[in-house]
């Protein structure tokens, strides 16, 4: 144990900690809204995540931007990138919601069927790009690790004592920050978010007042399969990597962070996103790496025990949301 | 209970079948005929590590049976994606069918552990062309178990030896994955380097943020840095590193040994070091052979995938039909393999002396051999 390495590097370790809980909470959005919505565990959304993330590198592979690339470059791909992936991301979820969940619906079905459909839909995602994808195009489909290209340079910006900010953590943490607080205000401010609000807090008496049930389920799917699309972005910015199943801690992890900011609050997903990666980062520095998540879930179990409903509790029907 | 008494069932005819086989089909009549298993990693993320070897033993089966028409050796290949849980079937497999008169593998150290006492108990000849995890021998021996690779504690030695004396280093950062590869070589490493060891840090398979890591080996400022693991963490703790503006050299074990490491990693990739205990063979004619075989240079392991393959020629050229007669020829084996002196202990290992280790350094993201590290 090491305590003078977590208290000497403190801003360093705190920043580390804010930009790995950002794309955490940027995937727990997805997790959250539709749990908000239909009270169901989407297990398939970590692949939603893995798809944003291939389609940076494709979007990066077809523009031919790299390290080398000159700055009007980097920004139109970065911007291509981002749009792609928020896209494809929201195109599968959606994908995924009209094909395997909605017919489910329609016929009633207990949630255990709707849990292992969502287990079957991430495991096949999963195989598609590890192995069919793979046997018809080859490589960089596969199981092995492929390098994403990086437009943008890490470099430092500033440096505060000893804390070194770099673009990328900026640009992570403003980018998570900032969709955030555009889906809080979509959801809260707007026409088709109190639609949302609506259906979360009483569906029947919603589809009474003329709102149109199958759509809102729809809406939502979208709107967090964007942000896991940004989120993969965010995260092949930062790491420079992807993988057919990339999808799978980073989805366990974000939906840790829904559970522990109150799964069904979209705040609740950014506090516990935030929080999440602050203990992992601090964890690691006190103790070792390998002591991320043993120290993450005892502080997930902790907060569970005091707060059975999270830390903002669960509430996207409410108005507080 | 169901399922205790069918893996009794399996051992028991596992081991019924190997103990009648001695005199069994493949060898009543003599006949030149008889088959050698290949297991491993043949698909998924590791497979760039096995597949070469296979080829190898492939490229020396061809070239004897040109030479030796008169027998019908066939290599089968089973695919264990480096599993153990899948290694176990597949030996059970190949324990049980008498025509399987050897074994080139388990290409990890897994799956051999794993698999071992299926096939002692079988009598069935184990020759590992990259199984390096020091216990399979040196702690609970086989007697059907060889291997063609230095294991380990000597890799880890070689590294240290590297590190401190090529390297020059003062002050090295060691970092492993805390599995039961990565943990162990990092251990010895660090053993063998003592007090050149400033700090160390544990990470975790399929991480991908390694900023607490790199956030340590910032505040040690070491001079190089080991990395005890394999590829797919490699590469992005590699990335931070460099990005973080840490241009120290970076050392890997043979767990990063395969083509897929430079495409992962990318340009921080550039300049890293991987050790690895296998040869780059680049006199007579193996590496053009290969090359017109597959169309590909030698990649991992693929001498020493045929050099084990040639082992088991060699028994059944000087008339070994049973599993015995290839076990006794293979203890007692002692011949200049294409890599190093063949010649097993009575752990099944190549004697240290004769053991090679090998540095090659990432350039253009392609592995090129750098240098030997001398063990003495």
């Known amino acids: 144990m090491d305590f003078n390495a977590l208290i000497d590097g403190l801003g360093g370790h705190t920043l580390d900690g804010l930009t790995r809980g950002s794309i955490y909470a940027l995937v727990a959005l997805g997790y959250t809204m539709v749990y908000g919505v239909l009270r169901l565990i989407n297990f398939a959304h970590s692949e939603v ?44 979820a959606l994908a995924v919601e009209r094909i395997a969940y909605r017919p489910l619906r329609k016929k009633n079905a207990p949630p255990l069927i709707f849990l292992i459909t969502a287990i079957g839909c991430s495991l096949v995602l999963v195989e598609i790009f590890g192995h069919v994808l793979k046997v018809f195009f080859g490589a960089p489909f596969g199981r092995a690790p492929v390098n994403v290209p990086s437009p943008i340079q890490t470099h430092t910006l500033l440096t505060i004592g000893d804390v070194r900010i770099t673009n990328v953590q900026v640009f992570i943490i403003l980018g998570a920050v900032l969709m955030m607080v555009a889906l809080d205000l979509f959801v809260n401010r707007s026409r088709l978010g109190r639609g949302v609000r609506a259906v979360a807090q009483d569906p029947d008496t919603a589809a009474l007042m003329g ?19 940004v989120a993969g972005l965010l995260f092949t910015i930062n ?58 879930f005892i502080v997930l179990v902790l907060v569970l025990m005091f707060r059975p409903t999270g830390l903002l509790g669960e509430s996207l029907g409410k108005a507080r949301a | 209970m169901g399922l205790g008494a069918l893996a009794l069932a399996l051992t028991v005819t596992a081991s019924a079948c190997g103990t009648t086989d001695t005199g069994g089909s493949a060898s009543e009549d003599g006949a030149c005929e008889g088959k050698i298993g290949v297991m491993g990693a043949l698909s998924g993320a590791n497979s760039s590590i096995v597949l070469p070897s296979v080829d190898g033993a492939k490229l020396a089966l061809k070239q004897w049976s040109e030479e030796n028409t008169d027998c019908d050796i066939e290599l089968v290949e089973f695919d264990t994606e480096g599993d153990p849980a899948k290694a176990t079937p597949v030996a059970t497999k190949m324990a ?24 002692g108990d079988a009598g069935l000849t184990m020759i590992s062309q990259s199984a390096t995890a020091t ?49 162990p070589l990092a251990a010895k490493v660090s053993e063998e380097l003592g007090d050149l060891v400033t700090a160390s840090d544990k990470t975790q398979v399929a991480q991908t943020d390694f900023s607490p890591t790199v956030s340590k080996v910032n505040s040690s400022k070491p001079d190089a840095i ?66 017109a075989e597959t169309g590909a240079a030698p990649g991992a392991y693929a001498a020493e995938g045929f050099d084990a393959m040639t082992i088991f020629l060699d028994a059944i050229a000087d008339g070994a039909r049973t599993r015995e007669d290839i076990e006794a020829f293979v203890d007692d084996y ?36 750098d240098q030997e590290i001398s063990l003495s």
């Open chain 2, 135 to 183: 216990d399979l021998t040196q702690e609970d021996q086989s007697p059907v178990f060889h291997r063609v690779v230095g294991y380990d504690d000597v890799q880890g030695a070689a590294i240290a030896k590297y590190l401190s004396d090529v390297v020059g280093a003062k002050k090295v950062f060691v970092i492993d994955n805390s599995d039961a590869y990565g943990e």
């Open chain 1, 239 to 296: 790491f420079d990597i992807t993988k057919f199943d990339i999808g799978f801690i980073i989805g366990i992890k974000a939906f840790t962070a829904a559970v522990l900011g109150g799964i069904g609050n979209l705040r609740g997903a950014l506090v516990g996103g935030l929080l999440l990666g602050i203990v992992e980062v601090y964890a690691s520095a006190v103790f070792s790496s390998n002591w991320a998540d043993v120290t993450a």
């Open chain 1, 211 to 229: 709102v149109n049930q199958d759509r809102v389920i729809m809406l939502v799917f979208i709107l967090g399969g964007a942000m896991a699309g």
């Open chain 2, 226 to 291: 080991f990395y005890g693991g394999y590829i797919a963490e490699a590469a992005p703790l590699l990335k931070q590193l460099r990005d973080a503006g840490i241009d120290v050299p970076f050392v890997g074990g043979d767990g990063l040994y395969g083509a897929d490491f430079g495409k992962a990693a990318g340009a921080a990739g550039e300049g890293a070091i991987i050790t690895c205990p296998c040869v780059p063979i680049e006199d007579g004619t193996f590496a053009e052979d290969f090359e």
């Open chain 1, 49 to 92: 995540f893995m798809v944003g993330t291939w389609t940076v590198l494709g979007v990066y592979t077809v523009l031919g931007a790299d390290s080398e690339s000159a700055m009007p470059m980097v920004i139109f791909a970065t911007l291509t990138a981002l749009v792609a992936a928020a896209l494809a991301s929201a195109s599968v």
């Open chain 2, 334 to 369: 002692d011949e200049q393999g294409l890599t190093k002196q063949l010649a097993f202990d009575e752990n099944g290992d190549i004697a240290v002396e004769n053991v090679v280790i090998w540095a090659y350094k990432v350039v253009d993201g392609q592995l090129v051999p």
């Open chain 2, 96 to 119: 049980t069918d008498d025509t399987f008169l050897g074994v080139i593998g388990g290409a990890f150290s897994g799956e051999t552990r794993a698999t071992k006492s299926i096939y």
